[in-house]
């Protein structure tokens, strides 16, 4: 008897291993084993039985299977498949796919017993208040309605819960979970981050008691097998987590919920880069289950499906009775000087109101933080590539004065101009600012004021991130300036006031999805902003006032804005009307062998070519040197699954040179 075995290993051929006599009886699909590959010993899982090899293979010496691990479990068929579908569809080995698998990395290393604590999981130690079970609205009862029926008749499908902001998603999802377990089900709660377990910790325990779990990349390998074996004796029925939650084998699974479904750290940037959304709804289609997906502001492909009634669209057009809607406001930086005030009048007034009445504010930029698009100060114009209708990006080389501008997408360059296109002023207006030069600022006007820093840097350092958000949630501090981390998810009940300083940075990335992204910043803002009963107000700065997204974005439209640009997105064959793939080809060696794969890389992919595909580049990343790496890249527009399938398999038979790298991301939400 033999078995093939996938490894974690980026490669497509799966191993054939003998089965040692004494294995027979135990080997079977799902098995996770150790197996002799070169001079060391691999961990693997069976994917096949084999009872009779295939000629190639009849004369070969096959090594023999060294140990099957957990005798009394295995990966599941629902799980094997799962795996099998995110190597088809995400560009990895199917051993790779499966290391999202807890069992397969659970045991192999050792459990560790330190504990430290993290601003994770000091969020969730830090839970809400308690909250009674409340009275739906009318609104809220024709939502929840088709979603019970579903799960009491065992019936497979998606729910797409469009609420605006404090409209009641969440009673309805613990009333679905309810049903579920009532139908002897389990659930599965994901979120974005971490950090937002903590808005959800105490509301499902407080429901639901101690059948309520909590996965996420930060816990201990104890904690991890202490959660798999409460899970396996029935006593976790409800798992709350990050994306990796989703690949936890939980017993009866029939509900999936995915809050914030629109954001985009369900997509994972490291191999296996699968997206959680997409990986949930096909394990929903697996399991026969449930599956909602709620936002206030949904991505742009999963309202276009629902729309296209591939999703049940459920609509929460209310704010609950006993939730105020926040003012929300527009303030126009723009001077007659060559250079973008930091800060409007109207936000500093706002900002020395707030201090004066002892109420906090949250200062909040990009998440990049800076961001080198051309602006003029005069008309508001924006330079953009007339190809792609994304912002210009500028760069200069060692060793030249003026530089150039230059698109991220389809790599097309122009001289940098003395003069506005559009008005022929002279107010140019280049570059960006970060949030240390924020807070120097903050300083000058209001020397009095406590003001803290949070942002990726701050982030790093688990001391100084705890400090700072504690601080800060004991009304310690007046100002909280951050990042994009900052509205999303945290609850401050102290703060009444939010400002987006620099709304243009985020506007014009250089990014299809810039608008999109900037819509929803705002929108997850004014959720900041009306944690106070009192209510609260949102400042957002910006030279572009009469810009689309921002006007949408104020009026709290969503609708307006998604007609907008689903407009823009099928002029130029952007999802949700063609899938992406970017392929990255990065080495330390020289420049020009870099360039010369890519260019390797397009003549295999030109055939292919026509209507319903693509090809931008290649041309050099963003970042075009990183970690002492050359990169240069190519991006993929596919029209159909077909185009699709036919790209992602001739990446992955592209034979790069000794010591380049070729990355292949499908799906990217990160081109640069």
Known sequence: ??????????????????????????????????????????????????????????????????????????????????TFWIKEQYACSWGEALTLIPSFNIEKRGLSRKKSTTLAETLVEDVLGKEPRLSLTEEQNSALEPIQQAIMNGIHE????????????????????????????????????????????????????????????????????????EIKEKKINIL?????????????????????????????EEKP????????????????????????????????????????????????PSSRVPQLYLADRRTHSKNLAIFSPELLQAI????????????????RGFSTFLLCVLCGFV???????????????????EGRLRCHYCFEEKPMPKVCFNCTGESLFLGGFGTQKIVQELKKNFSFARILRLDRDTARKKKVSLETYKTFKEESADILVGTQMVVQGFDFPGVRLVGIVDADTALHHPDFRASERTFQWIIQASGRAGRNPEGGEVIVQTALPDHYTLQTAISQNYRAFYEKEIEFRKSLFYPPFSKLVLFRIQSSKKKDLVIAEAERLKELLVPFK???FQILGPGPSSREILRKQNRWQILVKCGNKESLQKVIKAGQSFQTKSGIKIVIDVDPYDVL
């Open 610 to 612: 026509g209507e319903e």
């Open 1 to 82: 008897m033999w078995v093939d075995v996938a490894l974690p290993l980026p490669l497509e051929n799966l191993f054939t291993y003998k089965v040692p006599e004494k294995f027979c009886k135990e080997i079977g699909l799902g098995k996770i084993v150790t197996v002799p590959l070169g001079n060391r010993f691999s961990r693997g899982v069976v994917v096949k039985e084999v009872q009779e090899l295939p000629p190639k293979l009849e004369n070969s010496n096959i090594k023999e299977v060294h140990e099957i691990l957990s005798l009394d479990s295995a990966i599941s068929k629902i799980y094997l498949d799962l």
């Open 352 to 367: 020395s109101k707030a201090i004066l009445r002892r109420e906090q504010v949250i200062l909040a930029l990009n998440r």
């Open 158 to 229: 998606n729910f797409l819960l469009f609420g605006v902001t404090a409209s009641g998603k969440t009673e309805i999802y613990l009333r679905a979970i309810s049903k579920a377990l009532a139908q002897g089900k389990s659930a599965i709660f994901l979120v974005p981050e971490i950090s937002l377990c903590s808005a959800f910790w105490d509301i499902l325990r407080k429901r639901f008691g101690e059948q309520v779990g909590l996965w996420h990349s930060q816990m201990s390998f104890n904690e991890r097998n202490r959660i798999l074996k």
């Open 383 to 401: 330079w953009k590539c007339s190809n792609c209708n994304l912002a210009f990006v500028f760069h200069r080389e060692e060793g030249e004065e």
């Open 240 to 268: 709350l987590g990050a994306r990796s939650a989703l690949f936890v084998p939980m017993e009866r699974l029939g509900l999936i919920i995915l809050d914030e479904e629109h954001d985009f750290s369900y997509k994972q």
């Open 273 to 320: 880069r699968y997206h959680a959304r997409e990986a949930a709804l096909k394990l929903g289609e697996l399991i026969q289950g449930v599956v909602i997906l709620g936002s206030a502001t949904p991505s742009l492909e999963s309202f276009y499906r629902a729309l296209k009634k591939e999703f049940h669209l459920l609509e929460l057009t209310k704010r609950v």
